[in-house]
């Protein structure tokens, strides 16, 4: 509520208004100049719309910041209110500009996420792909190596004219004797029976693998992989020098064995070293003079270990197998159902088990 200044004496019940021009002496139930509200006996003007109230010891008149307060109130409150949009515009605006560059950013950074995997995706794509290709590789050439091999240990059957006898030049004596004797001998490859190599699946065996295949895994107390250690790598990792096969055991599990040819250049060893690791004529894993073409090392190491063919062998098929396995567990081998797995885990223990009781095979 707002009251005029008090200039003048009070105007109470009764009381006159300020005689300006123009204006009338306001009493009990008169009235001001026309348009204006009527005056009450408590001297409020009052209560028109867009007035001010006069309280008492106020006086009202047309002088100069005189007359109705209404049009510059309005002025007052919507100047403050423009000032207030004004503010609250700038800071949406403020506010807007923040939330987009964040947006961008967010943006942005999705977009380098994304490319980013995109990128790793696409590698190991590529690896995934080099290593199905080296597994097909290997299979082809385990398949290669199966079929080339003998299906049995009877030698190949005869021609039809291996039968007949050669013709020799020059005398022959006795000829009713000898005739006679060739006679009553039998043909031992006319007598010897045809055999072909069989197979059956072991029902122990493939449940292990069946198992062992659902959850594959490299840890040695699972069953399948528990006679497989006791079976087959065991014996054949067994050599005079124990220390060693167990390291060469680790270095397998581990994938850090390294097995090379023995080049004619001299070797980037210390002679003492080589030495200590049994030379090329002596097999660091047997204890025997041979002759070694091949030294294995363990991971970095600068110690190089010359091992003989047969121990080689021994260590090779040891090795096939674990590789044969590890691809399993990193779901490579995709190509096969679980029974053609089966045979080719096998097939590599069936050579495991050759090789421990002495059938190598040698690189010419």
Partial sequence: MIYISAMVPSVG?????????????AGPGSRVAPGWARVQGGSRLGPGPGWLQAGPGSRVGPGPGWGPAAPYLDLLLKDEECDRLSKVRDQLSLELEELTASLFQEAHQMVREANVKQANAEKQLKEA?????????????LKTLVLSSPTSPVGELPSAGAGK???RRGHSRNKSTSSAIMGTQPDPAAT????????????QLFSEF???????????SCSFLDRVYREDIYPCLTFSKSELGSAILEAVEQNTLSVEPVGFQPLPVVKASAVECGGPKKCALSGQTKTCKHRIKFGDSSSYYYVSPYCRYRITVVCNFFTYIRYIHQGLVKQQDVEQMFWEVMQLRR???LAKLGFYKDQL
């Fill in 13 to 25: 019940g009764g009381s006159s208004l300020a005689p300006a021009p123009g204006w009338v002496q």
């Fill in 129 to 141: 792909l080099g290593k199905i290709d080296v597994l097909q590789a290997e299979v082809q050439a």
């Fill in 165 to 167: 006898t050669p013709f």
């Fill in 192 to 203: 010897q029976p045809l055999v072909r190599e069989c197979r059956e699946v072991d029902s």
């Fill in 210 to 220: 069946r198992t062992w295949k659902e959850d594959p895994t490299l840890e040695r």
């Fill in 351 to 353: 050579e495991m088990s």
